[in-house]
């Protein structure tokens, strides 16, 4: 039990080392751009010999392409040991806004209020009595309108 736990722990480091290269590699990306462009940079990896750079939003990619030389070449002072060599941007895809669908509501029926009123004085409880007969008014106004 004893190796499996010390294995588990050697792994939880070694996220954490990845977790904590991820962030420097897009503090120093972020810190590189222009501020309108810094929060659009949501992500900094590499793959082989190439730094990945990933934005929130399409329109932003043309922006950063002007910069793409001067953030290589940072990296590949801050990072010597990732031999960078090429830059690729990627949009992250965005989620549909959802949709919202209309409820539509059907007012009480002058019925539908002489039936509240009718309930509302049967009833015990002082509190819902009195709603119905307020529901009951009000579906007899809006019926009138």
């Not at 690729?88 to 409820?103: E, F, G, I, W, Y």
Request: glycine share 4%; net charge neutral; hydrophobic share 40%.
């Amino acid at each position: 039990m004893k190796p499996l736990l010390n294995q588990a722990q050697g792994a939880l480091k070694n996220l954490l080392a990845d977790a904590q290269l991820f962030q420097a590699l897009l503090e120093v990306g972020q810190d590189s751009l222009p501020t309108e462009l810094q929060p659009h940079l949501v992500g900094v990896s590499f793959e082989k010999n190439t730094l990945l750079l990933q934005l929130d939003e399409s329109i932003w990619a043309t922006q950063l392409r002007f910069y793409e030389p001067n953030l290589l070449g940072i990296y590949q002072e801050h990072f010597p040991h990732l031999e960078l060599r090429n830059v690729k941007v990627h949009v992250l895809p965005q989620s549909p806004d959802p949709v919202r669908t209309k409820k539509i509501v059907t007012p009480p029926s002058n019925q539908d209020a002489e039936e509240m009123l009718q309930i509302s004085q049967s009833v015990k409880s002082k509190g819902l009595s009195e709603a119905l007969k307020s529901l009951s008014l009000r579906a007899k106004k809006n019926a009138h309108d």
